[in-house]
């Protein structure tokens, strides 16, 4: 699962949220580093939503202009939680071994 | 036109990348996203462009069979594509009184010049030729092929005399074989490629006497164009049929009996795929050789290439598949929404 994909389940499994809510909260989640362009945010959502992980929570009008809300469904967030669970295992793997790095390094 | 509907003018452009399945379900809800935004960057819109290309690209998720189905149908649209190609780089061969004309100078005075058109499945069409001298002509030999052949504007590629001297054989019941002096001939000119056998003349005591001449054939020879408009032609419809796979797989999920023809198509179209294969590969064993002229598309000529396939089998297949194919696509034309989204009211 790529980090996008994965940051957008994770915007998702509080409230259900439109397009740009989900921009923003990717962002927020991320502290700015990983900025969803509409192209792949709506390429991540049709993917998410072929897979079961999201489904559609609502659709609302505001000023003219559709919003569709997405929500996580259980399947998604059991596949959100098995991926920060391996995300985990390796984050601590590779902790580990920089803690076995020799002091002062190598010449 | 206010700032606001301009650039929704500007995003619907923008989303024609996407194919129509994705901007149906999702171009309304986008435009709003990117109103949201704010003004897309030249960088911005790229990418959006370049997302909705990929997007025309992607096969369904977690479907191993539809990519199995894509990679066939891939291949399949690009042996036809391929035999496409070369069916237009391959110029037809000239009427038969005009080859003849430009053959016949081959024989001085010929007696005969029998001919006849050939087309083998997997060749090219060939004008099969016999000349012989009127009359005796005691002095004929190969090398006057030859020298005719150069009057009339052919280019010699090979003349290769057989070194095998002369010999007449007798039996008992005095029936005599002349094994007569010969030379292999290829020649070229305007692009028709001549290949044939000429023989001496020559007589026994009796005066009995094999009067010589050329015999062979005249094909058109690959032109410059034939390769790129093949390899081309083949690319060409590789993409289209991995683009069309992409598009309907989403369609025919919904269809059974569009599924079920997908999958009759396919299988009729097996065997004129199979031989367009087996003929790209003479073709490649041929490329640089001499006599053999391989073209794609005569593969799907009726009597097959292939060992122990009816005559109308090839060309029979492959238009069963087409009209088949033509069929899935009226019934996959259909538009389908969002499933579980309710309208906005």
């Excluded at chain 1, 609302?60 to 809300?69: F, H, K, M, P, T």
């Excluded at chain 2, 809800?29 to 704010?38: A, D, K, P, Y």
């Excluded at chain 2, 150069?150 to 003349?159: D, L």
């Excluded at chain 2, 992409?246 to 999958?263: D, E, Q």
């Amino acid at each position: 699962m790529q980090i996008p994909t994965l940051l957008i389940l994770a915007g998702l499994a509080e409230q259900p949220r439109h397009g740009y809510g989900i921009v923003q909260v990717v962002a927020d989640l991320s502290a700015g580093e990983v900025k969803l362009r509409p192209g792949t945010l709506y390429g991540a959502l049709e993917r998410l939503t072929e897979q079961g992980l999201i489904e559609v929570d609502h659709e609302e009008a505001v000023e003219g202009r559709l919003r569709r809300y997405y929500r996580l469904t259980t399947e998604g967030a059991a596949a959100l939680g098995a991926e920060i669970d391996r995300l985990q295992r390796h984050t601590e793997a590779a902790r580990k071994q920089l803690r076995l790095r020799p002091a002062g390094g190598t010449a | 036109m206010s700032d606001e509907a301009r650039q929704v003018r500007r995003y619907r452009l923008l989303l024609l990348a996407y194919p129509g399945r994705f901007r149906r379900r999702r171009g309304t809800e986008m435009i709003t996203t990117m109103l949201e935004l704010g003004e897309p960057s030249r960088s911005d819109a790229w990418h959006l462009i370049a997302s909705g290309v990929r997007e025309r690209f992607r096969l369904p998720s977690g479907r191993p069979f539809t990519v199995v189905g894509a990679l066939l149908v891939t291949l399949a649209l690009g042996m036809f594509g391929a035999a496409a190609g070369s069916w237009l780089g391959s110029p037809g061969l000239p009427a038969r009184s005009e080859v003849m004309h430009l053959v016949n100078p081959a024989v001085s005075n010929p007696m005969a010049s029998f001919s006849h058109r050939t087309s083998w499945s997997g060749r090219a069409d060939s004008l099969n030729f016999t000349l012989a001298p009127k009359a005796q002509q005691p002095s004929w030999t190969v090398e006057d092929a030859r020298t005719g052949l150069i009057a009339a504007g052919w280019t010699i590629t090979e003349f290769t005399a057989d070194p095998r001297p002369a010999s007449i054989t007798c039996t008992t019941d005095d029936i005599c074989t002349f094994d007569s002096s010969s030379a292999t001939v290829l020649a070229e000119r305007d692009g028709l490629v001549l290949s044939g056998t000429a023989t001496d003349f020559l007589a026994d005591k009796t005066g009995t006497a094999w009067i010589g001449g050329l015999t062979g054939s005249v094909v058109v020879g690959r032109g410059a164009v034939y390769l790129p408009l093949t390899i081309a032609g083949g690319l060409l419809g590789a993409l289209t049929g991995w683009l069309l796979t992409a598009a309907f797989a989403y369609r025919i999920r919904s269809r059974p009996l569009a599924a079920v023809f997908t999958g009759v198509a396919m299988t009729v179209a097996a065997p004129p795929v199979w031989a367009l294969i087996v003929n790209a590969v003479m073709l490649g064993q041929h490329l640089s050789g001499t006599g053999l002229v391989y073209t794609l598309h005569a593969a799907l000529l009726p009597d097959s290439h292939l060992d122990g396939v009816p005559a109308w089998l090839i060309p029979a297949c492959a238009i069963a598949a087409a009209a088949i194919a033509i069929g899935v696509l009226v019934l996959s034309t259909d538009r389908e929404d969002l499933p579980g989204a309710t309208r906005p009211t």
